[in-house]
């Protein structure tokens, strides 16, 4: 009877020891994961004609080094919109122009173009992870009163881009609030998926087969948006890793070009294929689709070289 007894004991000890033990890590890990700053990343806000768009007038500091701006317009940028700067640059694109949490903001591709020029020029960038062109176009009729007849546009394209917009994927790739769990937020987003293989939580803007209805809107939008200067800057194609190995063997790595380069052709835009780069390499590539650091700053070379080509 006595041992029966001491075993209880001995078990309802065990079980107060777990509880506590399991309480104490995970109050441990949650205050680890907010004292390093993995809980401050952007919000964005549901839009029912750009899909979804980071939270104007934010910034914070991702993992306590890694800082990141919007402005009131939603750029990407520390710098809030001033018009009456000329001449008015953009920068268009998805998360390689953005640059997201693994880069503080002065090893982002804006930044960079504009410290690897001479004129010190600004660089207005226009960019969320996972957009197509088809969000890009959203933002740019939203903002056409204030963005109306720039002067110069960098429009990066990547294949499949005007095949459809790229809708919110949800509170574990682009959050619309803070998190009461920053660990198990942290948890869900960033370890789980690697434990399974998940591919969910990704910020890839989806890809297709493109529309004549799209490539004609594209035409449009430059046509009323970037049509003040007489060199009005240029589209630049930017592969993945898989379509640069294509590229490097002869074959052709973007099947919309003709297309593309119609469109440039017609609106005085020039074509910048990333691909015929010799120094873009693989090795650039962080994921098989975003650059590295040292890849950023390649690509930022690229970009300001051909800014400088049109006197810029």
Same mark, same amino acid.
């Given at each position: 009877?006595?041992? *029966?007894?001491?075993?209880?004991?001995?078990?309802?000890?065990?079980?107060?020891?777990?509880?506590?033990?399991?309480?104490?890590?995970?109050?441990?890990?949650?205050?680890?994961?907010?004292?390093?700053? !993995?809980?401050?990343?952007?919000?964005?806000?549901?839009?029912?004609?750009?899909?979804?768009?980071?939270?104007?007038?934010?910034?914070?500091?991702? /993992?306590?080094?890694?800082?990141? !701006?919007?402005?009131?317009?939603?750029?990407?940028?520390?710098?809030?919109?001033?018009?009456?700067?000329?001449?008015?640059?953009?920068?268009?694109?998805?998360?390689?122009?953005?640059?997201?949490?693994?880069?503080? /903001?002065?090893?982002?591709?804006?930044?960079?173009?504009?410290?690897?020029?001479?004129?010190?020029?600004?660089?207005?960038?226009?960019?969320?992870?996972?957009?197509?062109?088809?969000? /890009?176009?959203?933002?740019?009729?939203?903002?056409?009163?204030?963005?109306?007849?720039?002067?110069?546009?960098?429009?990066?394209?990547?294949?499949?881009?005007?095949?459809?917009?790229?809708?919110?994927? $949800?509170?574990?790739?682009?959050?619309? /609030?803070?998190?009461?769990?920053?660990?198990?937020?942290?948890?869900?987003?960033?370890?789980?998926?690697?434990?399974?293989?998940?591919?969910?939580?990704?910020?890839?803007?989806?890809?297709?087969?493109?529309?004549?209805?799209?490539?004609?809107?594209?035409?449009?939008?430059?046509?009323?948006?970037?049509?003040?200067?007489?060199?009005? $800057?240029?589209?630049?194609?930017?592969?993945?890793?898989?379509?640069?190995?294509?590229?490097?063997?002869?074959?052709?790595?973007?099947?919309?070009?003709?297309?593309?380069?119609?469109?440039?052709?017609?609106? $005085?835009? *020039?074509?910048?294929?990333?691909?015929?780069?010799?120094?873009?390499?693989?090795?650039?590539?962080?994921?098989?689709?975003?650059?590295?650091?040292?890849?950023?700053?390649?690509?930022?070379?690229?970009?300001?070289?051909?800014?400088?080509?049109?006197?810029?």
């Amino acid at each position: 009877m006595v041992t *029966r007894v001491a075993v209880a004991i001995l078990r309802k000890k065990a079980i107060v020891v777990l509880v506590i033990s399991v309480a104490t890590m995970s109050v441990a890990a949650e205050v680890m994961t907010r004292i390093f700053g !993995y809980s401050d990343f952007p919000l964005y806000d549901i839009s029912d004609d750009i899909g979804y768009i980071p939270r104007p007038s934010q910034n914070g500091f991702f /993992q306590r080094k890694n800082d990141w !701006y919007f402005n009131a317009m939603s750029m990407p940028t520390a710098r809030e919109w001033q018009p009456d700067i000329s001449p008015k640059i953009f920068l268009i694109g998805n998360s390689i122009v953005m640059g997201g949490n693994p880069f503080p /903001q002065r090893e982002k591709l804006g930044p960079l173009i504009e410290r690897g020029m001479v004129s010190g020029r600004i660089i207005w960038p226009i960019a969320t992870g996972g957009w197509t062109q088809l969000n /890009q176009f959203a933002y740019l009729k939203a903002n056409a009163e204030k963005i109306n007849s720039a002067d110069y546009v960098m429009w990066e394209y990547m294949s499949g881009a005007l095949n459809r917009k790229t809708e919110w994927k $949800g509170e574990y790739v682009f959050p619309t /609030q803070r998190v009461m769990c920053a660990f198990c937020y942290l948890f869900r987003r960033y370890i789980l998926p690697r434990i399974l293989i998940l591919n969910e939580n990704n910020e890839l803007p989806v890809s297709g087969l493109i529309t004549r209805e799209h490539v004609i809107e594209f035409e449009n939008i430059i046509n009323t948006v970037f049509s003040r200067n007489t060199h009005r $800057g240029f589209i630049w194609l930017y592969p993945t890793a898989h379509e640069l190995t294509i590229a490097r063997s002869g074959r052709e790595w973007l099947p919309e070009r003709k297309e593309i380069e119609a469109v440039a052709t017609k609106e $005085g835009l *020039r074509i910048v294929d990333v691909a015929k780069f010799p120094q873009w390499d693989t090795h650039l590539y962080s994921d098989g689709v975003h650059p590295t650091n040292e890849g950023n700053e390649q690509l930022a070379k690229i970009l300001a070289t051909e800014m400088m080509k049109d006197g810029l």
